[in-house]
T-cell receptor, first 109, second 113 residues
Framework: AQRVTQPEKLLSVFKGAPVELKCNYSYSGSPELFWYVQYSRQRLQLLLR??SRESIKGFTADLNKGETSFHLKKPFAQEEDSAMYYC???????????FGDGTTLTVKP | GAGVSQSPRYKVAKRGQDVALRCDPISGHVSLFWYQQALGQGPEFLTY????????KSGLPSDRFFAERPEGSVSTLKIQRTQQEDSAVYLC???????????FGQGTRLTVV
């Protein structure tokens, strides 16, 4: 069975500090991995997906198949990054997602 | 509107009552998904439509849950004889295709008392 684990419920950093949100997954195959973000009082939205290999709002995430991880990183956190972040997994060529339970990131001034 | 629209935004139901939750996807989006999000947890898949065809309903928790999309556009998630454990946020998402970006609605928060 597929599973996504986000070990940190809460993460707090100071503005300008590096931030890493952890995501580990279990899936027998080659899934597609995503990060979604939900800002306060807004809807869930896609932040980035591993196949596009792009940086969005300064965030990057590398898929490590050996460690089955897809950690989200940003070198210098900003206050506007404060939000709930969800890691998600899709089987190949399938739209339905398995989500982790999310990490609340707070960036303090 | 430009985004996925869900109504009502909030619903309070007495235990045993039937409820219907509506999702208006983005125009032209073929794929439509329903998720259930309990407090403090991530969204959990309920069911998936491609146009009007319900291709996957493996996530529906019981036969009290029923979803339809009769004309391949608007979808309704119906819960019969609601129970307290049905209290959650119900999210709808739509996408152009199966593997393209999914856009989420604001959700319907259902509270069963």
């Amino acid at each position: 069975a597929q599973r996504v684990t986000q070990p940190e419920k809460l993460l707090s950093v100071f503005k300008g500090a590096p931030v890493e949100l952890k995501c580990n997954y279990s899936y027998s195959g080659s899934p597609e991995l995503f990060w979604y973000v939900q800002y306060s009082r807004q809807r869930l939205q896609l932040l980035l997906r591993h196949i596009s290999r792009e940086s969005i709002k300064g965030f990057t995430a590398d898929l490590n198949k050996g460690e089955t991880s897809f950690h989200l990183k940003k070198p210098f956190a900003q206050e506007e990054d404060s939000a709930m972040y969800y890691c998600a997994l899709n089987p190949p060529n399938a739209g339905k997602s398995t989500f982790g339970d999310g990490t609340t990131l707070t960036v303090k001034p | 509107g430009a985004g996925v629209s869900q109504s009502p935004r909030y619903k309070v139901a007495k235990r045993g009552q039937d409820v219907a939750l509506r999702c208006d996807p983005i125009s032209g989006h073929v794929s439509l998904f329903w998720y259930q999000q309990a407090l403090g947890q991530g969204p959990e898949f309920l069911t998936y439509f491609q146009n009007e065809a319900q291709l996957d309903k493996s996530g529906l928790p019981s036969d009290r849950f029923f979803a339809e999309r009769p004309e391949g556009s608007v979808s309704t998630l119906k819960i019969q004889r609601t129970q307290q454990e049905d209290s959650a946020v119900y999210l709808c998402a739509s996408s152009l295709g199966l593997v393209t970006e999914a856009f989420f609605g604001q959700g319907t928060r259902l509270t069963v008392v």
